[in-house]
């Protein structure tokens, strides 16, 4: 009888237990579910709202050319340092670049006068790189297996890299793509890459805005200090044409070619990141603003994600 109620018992107390380990399963599954629910609804809200900063940026640049159509420049509304909009449970922050600041590489498939190719050549003199790089990036985006100069690279120079591959000889998409071109390195691209895009061929530089490397990239002639007075000059009236307001300052060298250079802009660049609960998104989107005013976004890259974990003892 004792050991008829000894089993009994066991038998009981394991019921119970797995009776409580399948519950325990049931609640931890169910939370983990409640969580990953609730994550991914965060994540869609952060999204959502970087989408609707991006609808509020474009209509920015469409009133600011319905405004001021003749010209744009860094003291103007869209220009304005990077700015944000706080919204329940978190945060939005962005910014918008003008893209016509920089040297449009695409340029350089259709180049008869070779005007972008000794802009792109005095730009990497003057950022202390081989200025034969530009021969490459030339060789990468035009349609022929011609090589450039003794610097241009083709299919047979690529094929014989570990691993092989070809050159595009098409318009450069992303200016990642740069990695891939002969001679640069990851050195040379962070050097290089803020004052270089890849835009629509036929896209010019904005003297308004301009880089000052970039300006320098103008006319040997054209150095550091001329740089400092043009901005020191656009900072107080932008310049409202090329020829008759730009290149009549004495301090602008009569070398600087005109074809190219334009006193508006055409190409954004509007990054976004957007903060809900503890999910972020991250948005960047290359826009193109048309004559008629219509905005349209060419290129988007959309990033969802948690917040990388702070080091110990850093600041919240």
């Keep these: 009888m004792r050991k008829q109620r000894g089993v009994a018992l066991i038998t009981v107390l394991m019921v119970f237990f797995f009776a409580s380990t399948i519950a325990v399963t049931m609640v931890s599954r169910q939370y983990l579910d409640i969580r990953r629910t609730a994550n991914l609804a965060d994540s869609l809200q952060a999204a959502a709202n970087a989408r609707g900063v991006e609808a509020f940026v474009l209509q920015l640049l469409k009133d600011d050319l319905r405004e001021n159509p003749e010209v ?8 304005q340092q990077e700015r944000i909009f706080e919204v329940d449970h978190g945060e939005v922050i962005f910014t918008v670049e003008d893209l016509n600041r920089r040297i449009n590489l695409n340029n350089l498939a259709n180049d008869p006068d070779q005007v972008t190719l000794r802009r792109l050549q005095l730009l990497l003199t003057r950022l202390e790189l081989p200025a034969e790089i530009a021969d490459a990036i030339r060789d990468w985006i035009d349609d022929d297996q011609e090589s450039t100069g003794f610097a241009g690279a083709e299919d047979n120079e690529y094929l014989l890299l570990d691993p092989p591959y070809r050159a595009a000889n098409a318009a450069i998409r992303d200016i990642s ?11 040379a691209y962070e050097r290089l890459r803020p004052y270089v895009t890849a835009l629509p061929a036929g896209a010019e530089i904005n003297v308004n805005t301009a880089e000052s490397f970039v300006l320098q990239s103008l006319s040997q002639e054209l150095g550091p200090l001329e740089a400092e007075q043009i901005d020191q000059t656009r900072m107080g009236t932008p310049y409202m044409e090329v020829a008759k307001d730009f290149v009549s300052q004495q301090f602008v060298p009569a070398s600087v070619n005109i074809n190219g250079l334009t006193v508006k802009s055409e190409f954004f660049l ?5 903060r809900f609960g503890d999910r972020r998104a991250t948005l960047e989107s290359t826009v193109q603003r048309a004559e008629d005013g219509s905005c349209r976004v060419l290129f988007r890259n959309l990033a969802r994600r948690q917040p990388m974990p702070l080091p110990e003892g850093g600041d919240a």
Excluded at 72 to 79: F, G, I, L, T
Excluded at 177 to 187: K, M
Excluded at 270 to 274: D, K, L, N, P
């Design 270 to 274: 509007v990054r976004i990141e957007s």
């Design 177 to 187: 793509e740069l990695r891939l071109v002969r001679g640069v390195d990851a050195q």
């Design 72 to 79: 744009d420049h860094r003291s103007e509304a869209w220009a």
